[in-house]
């Protein structure tokens, strides 16, 4: 696995070589590597909602409606009815997947996410204090301010020592002001530049012994290999893909086990060419069984599926969603879609459709039949009709 921060330039690490190359450099980098691609994008906004987290499709239609439709949106609960929705430009998104090919994207999370896994991974939390992270990362230097869970859209700064510790005490003091914060709240810095260390200390902000150094080049790509994520954007074409590759994989696996079944039954049938004659009737019998087995084979490969669910693995969602964008009818676009856990190891799976044109009339959803029992509720989103389709699973 390779790991990449999407910028203007790209961050990488790959076979465990780091540095940092041009957009027009990288692929060549990476010729000869495992494709497989793990990648923080920097250019993200970040939002905090109060939303009802026991009514779920409230939720969904509030995070859904923190930005326009303009951006891919992902949450992650930082709080009892209070979500961070992190934003990023679909046209960013879409450059990401054209730029790497969409089989070859394993991960997209946002940059400050992968930082906070590498705070975390150097027991660095922030529960006492807020955590102002200053990233060299050779050509610019990235300011993120973090409050555990919750952190602030990284701030490009240049690399001039100077300019930073002034834009460092303009950004702590916009902090304040913008969270109504008492001069009691203190800030914790952590940079992974002794340049910066020093200057900031030479301009008497802050002693060197109350400042962490991480020796580190890159700390988001770190975070971004060991860390564990909530967070992915991906787009609906990438779900129909994987969709794809499964169901070929199902195929392939299914005619190797009716393979293995029918190879059983022919070497029963010669074994039993050298018995009486009551082998003409056993071999009858071998022959119903084999139907009866292909047919049970066929109706478990459909039920895979659902046997899964019932025994409480992990839910396919990339699968589950390629089945609903399959069964939407054409004049519906999908807003939002998400699984998530419940009470007792259930799930539930919710997507969110709406109408383009208000004025076409509804189209009735004639769903895959894994989505038989799920709710189906006519709702208003961004003054458009819609539909927000809830399917729990056992």
């Not at 998104?93 to 896994?117: C, D, H, S, T």
């Not at 002794?194 to 012994?209: A, M, Y």
């Not at 150094?213 to 890159?218: A, E, G, I, K």
Request: hydrophobic share 45%; aromatic share 8%.
């Amino acid at each position: 696995m390779n790991y990449l921060i999407f910028d203007n330039d790209i961050y990488y690490d790959i076979d465990g070589k780091t540095g940092v190359a041009a957009k027009s450099e990288a692929l060549a980098i990476l010729k000869g590597a495992p494709m497989d691609v793990s990648v923080a994008v920097i250019e993200t906004l970040q939002k905090q909602v109060a939303a009802p987290e026991k009514v779920p499709y409230r939720k969904d239609e509030v995070i859904a409606s923190a930005f326009s439709g303009e951006y891919l949106v992902q949450s992650e609960k930082i709080a009892e009815n209070l979500f961070q929705v992190v934003a990023a430009e679909k046209r960013k998104i879409n450059e990401v997947y054209k730029y790497l090919g969409v089989e070859n994207v394993r991960l997209v999370v946002p940059y400050a996410a992968a930082l906070r896994e590498f705070l975390r991974n150097n027991d660095i939390s922030g529960e006492k204090t807020r955590i102002i992270f200053l990233d060299h990362l050779g050509n610019q230097v990235l300011l993120t301010i973090f409050n555990k869970e919750a952190c602030t859209t990284p701030r490009p700064l240049s690399v001039v020592p100077w300019q930073i510790t002034r834009e460092l005490v303009r950004s702590r003091e916009n902090y304040r002001a913008q969270n109504k914060l008492g001069a009691e709240i203190s800030f914790q810095i952590v940079t992974n530049s002794k340049e910066i260390i020093d200057e900031i200390v030479s301009n008497g902000l802050e002693t060197k012994e109350n400042i962490i150094f991480l020796q580190d080049p890159y700390p988001a790509l770190s975070g971004l290999k060991h860390g564990e994520f909530s967070m992915h954007y991906m787009l609906p074409e990438q779900f129909i893909r994987l969709r794809r590759i499964k169901e070929a994989r199902k195929r392939v696996s299914r005619f190797l086990v009716m393979l293995g079944v029918l190879a059983g039954v022919v070497v029963m049938f010669l074994g039993s060419l050298g018995i009486n004659k009551a082998a003409s009737a056993r071999l009858k019998n071998l022959q119903i069984e084999e139907a009866s087995c292909n047919e049970a084979l066929k109706r478990a490969c459909r039920e895979k599926y659902k046997d899964i669910l019932r025994h409480g693995k992990k839910v396919d969602f990339p699968y589950l969603l390629g089945l609903f964008i399959e069964s939407m009818p054409p004049e519906y676009s999908l807003e939002s879609a998400v699984i998530q856990g419940m009470p007792g190891g259930r799930y539930r799976f919710e997507a969110i459709v709406f109408l383009e044109a208000k004025d076409e009339p509804f189209t009735k959803m004639s769903l895959n039949a894994a989505f038989r029992h799920a709710r189906i509720e006519n709702i208003l989103l961004k003054d458009n009709p819609g539909l927000r389709v809830a399917l729990d699973i056992i």
